[in-house]
């Protein structure tokens, strides 16, 4: 099974920026599916947004169209999350999974998930 490790969380002020990688132990399988998930305090997870590892295709929450931007460097087996635009509602774990169901926003049909990491948005 691939391990997830992401990166690039911290404390941030509202309007800002913070780019979050997910860098995977081998190359990702063809097919394969990796999403960005959160989970604010005290709620449950929800979906960020997905990338399609062979087609590039990508697919957002609507909190993040605009705002967020989901991209992949093949060369290093990473998923990047470039988060513009902060609020204080962003603030959450962010976890990267990976999945080869098709695109998908829901939780259960990503079988590898990273450890997390936290972005804490101030205002």
């Known amino acids: 099974q691939v391990q997830l490790a992401e990166s690039g969380g911290g404390l941030v002020q509202a309007g800002g920026s913070l780019r979050l990688s997910c860098t995977a132990s081998r190359r990702f399988y063809d097919g394969s599916v990796v999403a960005w998930f959160r989970q604010p305090p005290g709620r449950e997870h929800e979906f960020v947004a997905a990338?399609?590892?062979?087609?590039?295709?990508?697919d957002y929450a609507d909190f993040g169209r605009g705002r967020f931007a989901i991209s992949r460097d093949s060369a290093k087996n990473t998923v990047l999350l470039q988060m513009d635009s902060l609020k204080s509602e962003d603030t959450a774990i962010y976890f990267c999974a990976v999945g080869i169901l098709g695109m998908s926003m829901r939780r259960n049909d990503y079988t590898s998930w990273g450890q997390g990491t936290q972005v804490t948005v101030s205002s």
């Open positions: 990338i399609n590892w062979n087609y590039d295709t990508v």
